[in-house]
Antibody, heavy 120, light 111 residues
Framework: QITLKESGPTLVKPTQTLTLTCTFS??????????VGWIRQPPGKALEWLAL???????RYSPFLKSRLSIITDTSKTQVVLTMTNMDPVDTATYYC????????????WGQGTLVTVSS | QSALTQPASVSGSPGQSITISCTGT?????????VSWYQQHPGKAPKLMIY???KRPSGVSNRFSGSKSGNTASLTISGLQAEDEADYYC???????????FGGGTKVTVL
């Protein structure tokens, strides 16, 4: 059974850097073809894809946020960490961790999401 | 403003069929048969309902179907049920520069 869970701060101040961790089970990021990514959703608004990392450490970023994003795995490849710099109130959103298989191009498993509020 | 255009709301009576459109461009929906649809109930994470335009994951009711024509993809819910009341989002692969784009979401109301 595949599960993903997001963790991190619920409140960050403007200009600070956000660091979110996705802890997953039921699959291995060492398995060929597997990827883990992040999608966010501002309150009452649409989903927005942010970043993705594949089993071979290949990374993908939203072109609109690329300069602010970084995605990495831990050395054991059991967690994926997303950092977003220079946070702004418009970045207030629920951030979801997702599972994907390369070449399928759809997000088949989602975490429960974590709400991050940006406010001074 | 979302890259893909969906109607803000669609409604129908129980038992009826409804269709949600998702209009993109030749850079995404029109080029790739990689449209997926997600259902989201209030306060919950999205759930995959359709992938690769018209395929259903295991466990998803066959009342949900997908199709595509040109730059527009569609999700049809037949035999509408109260539990189908939710927000629905389309998503398309958009190539190796943009990667994935979402629609603005459609609120489905069961009258």
């Amino acid at each position: 059974q595949i599960t993903l869970k997001e963790s991190g701060p619920t409140l960050v101040k403007p200009t600070q850097t956000l660091t979110l961790t996705c802890t997953f089970s039921g699959f291995s990021l060492r398995t060929s073809g597997v990827g883990v990514g992040w999608i966010r959703q501002p309150p009452g608004k649409a989903l927005e894809w942010l970043a993705l990392i594949y089993w071979d450490d290949d990374k993908r970023y939203s072109p609109f946020l690329k300069s602010r994003l970084s995605i990495i795995t831990d050395t054991s490849k059991t967690q994926v960490v997303l950092t977003m710099t220079n946070m702004d109130p418009v970045d207030t959103a629920t951030y979801y961790c997702v599972h994907i298989i390369v070449a399928t191009n759809y997000f088949d498993y989602w975490g429960q999401g974590t709400l991050v509020t940006v406010s001074s | 403003q979302s890259a893909l255009t969906q109607p803000a709301s669609v409604s129908g009576s129980p038992g009826q069929s409804i269709t949600i459109s998702c209009t993109g461009t030749s850079s995404d929906v029109g080029t790739y048969n990689l449209v997926s649809w997600y259902q989201q109930h209030p306060g919950k994470a999205p759930k995959l309902m359709i992938y690769e335009v018209s395929k259903r994951p295991s466990g998803v009711s066959n009342r949900f179907s997908g199709s595509k024509s040109g730059n527009t993809a569609s999700l049809t819910i037949s035999g509408l049920q109260a539990e189908d009341e939710a927000d629905y989002y389309c998503c398309s692969y958009a190539g190796s520069s943009t990667f994935w784009v979402f629609g603005g979401g459609t609120k489905v109301t069961v009258l």
